[in-house]
């Protein structure tokens, strides 16, 4: 035992007492199963201070409402699912017949309109969709009231990863006819194993917060909870068609550059196109991944494979995502770390794990999308 004269630093106490920041290199074992991880690491890491962290939400003003009832041609009074979308002196289209309302007054659903502006008022029916096209006021009028919408607050917790591995002390000092030896194989699989726990809980996982015991155990929420907004469900075969959808979807809002993390399934349907012909890069290598970059109508997509999409419901799944709005959210020295002698003290052993403590940010969700139900 070594003595120390002065301050104990970091220099001079083992280093088998000292935490081992190995995240990036976790994430270079199987990139192909950990894609989610890789990319948000790489690209939108940002500690939090905080086990449940917040983000800030703001989005234009909704132009589109559907009618909850039919009116006659003559009707002054229009029927609608949101009436908090319309003002005042809005002008809105009857998009299925071409006739233009102007918005005379709003109460609760229903508006009072003044009918067949600069048009033919023809009759509404149930589920006719409105669109808000824009406002007119008369000459010489007094401003109407102003309107801005408050930004929404979304959360979600960071989740805190274990996974260990042990061993004792003569199994880890004998000899081994085979490489690598125990210690360190268990090693490799437990980084792996820890690994696809992350990736499978950023891509499924739910967010809650519970109190099991004295203390509060957090999941975080993945992708695929936050995406309710754009999803096509292919149904079997995947069409073009059915692609195109969802890239209208995808790209609706957001960057002109995308990825998709496809199962195998989705991969093989793509290359099926005949508009897989608009490829305009493949073989690409991001950060360990082969990736292909289809050119589409909408924008240019990212293939990704992913492994971890599979069995008989995800196994159909494409995951459209715009990574500028993704970030990978670990707590400040808690980022994954390879703890080690963790056994106590009298053991004749020696157990480690790796741990990490993280959560998703995953924000405005209708940039993303889903595509599911791929059979072919």
Do not use: C
């Not at 499978?200 to 739910?206: A, I, M, V």
């Amino acid at each position: 035992m070594a003595t120390v004269t002065g301050a104990m630093t970091t220099t001079n106490v083992l280093s088998n007492q000292l935490s081992i920041d190995i995240g990036k290199r976790i994430s270079l074992l199987e990139p192909d199963v950990q894609v989610l991880t890789v990319l948000t690491r790489e690209l939108g890491k940002e500690d939090t201070q905080a086990t449940k962290f917040k983000w800030v939400e703001d989005e234009a003003k909704a132009r589109f409402d559907t009618t909850t009832a039919e009116a006659s041609s003559s009707a002054t009074e229009v029927k609608v699912s949101h009436g908090t979308y319309f003002q005042s002196w809005d002008q809105v289209l009857v998009t299925r017949t071409g006739e233009q309302v102007r918005v005379d007054s709003v109460a609760g659903n229903t508006l009072t309109v003044t009918r067949g502006i600069g048009s033919t008022a023809a009759t509404i029916l149930e589920g006719d969709e409105l669109q808000i096209i824009g406002t007119a006021q008369p000459e010489n009028d007094t401003s109407k009231p102003a309107r801005s919408k408050t930004p929404s607050v979304v959360e979600n917790y960071t989740q805190i990863f274990r996974t260990p591995f042990e061993i004792s002390d003569t199994a880890k000092n004998v000899g081994y006819m085979v490489s690598p030896r125990e210690w360190d194989r268990l090693n490799q699989n437990a980084a792996i194993e820890h690994a696809k726990d992350i990736e499978l809980s950023l891509l499924f996982g739910r967010k809650s917060a519970t109190n099991p015991g004295a203390t509060e155990d957090r999941t975080t929420g993945g992708a695929l909870s936050f995406i309710t907004s754009n999803q096509t469900d292919a149904g079997g075969t995947l069409s073009e068609t059915e692609w195109n959808a969802a890239l209208q979807q995808a790209f609706r809002y957001g960057g002109t550059n995308k990825v998709i993390l496809a199962s195998a399934t989705v991969v093989s349907a793509l290359n099926k196109f005949p508009a897989s012909k608009q490829i305009v890069n493949s073989g690409e290598t991001h950060y360990g991944m082969n990736v292909t970059t289809y050119g589409g109508p909408f924008g240019s997509v990212r293939v990704i494979y992913h492994r971890l999409l599979e069995g008989s419901k995800y196994g159909g799944y494409g995951i459209i995502l715009d990574l500028d709005e993704v970030k990978y959210r670990p707590i400040p020295n808690r980022d994954t770390k390879l703890r080690t002698e963790i056994q106590p003290p009298d053991q004749d052993g020696h157990k480690a794990e790796f741990l990490t403590e993280a959560g998703l940010q995953f924000g405005l969700q209708r940039r993303h999308a889903v595509l599911s139900g791929v059979t072919g």
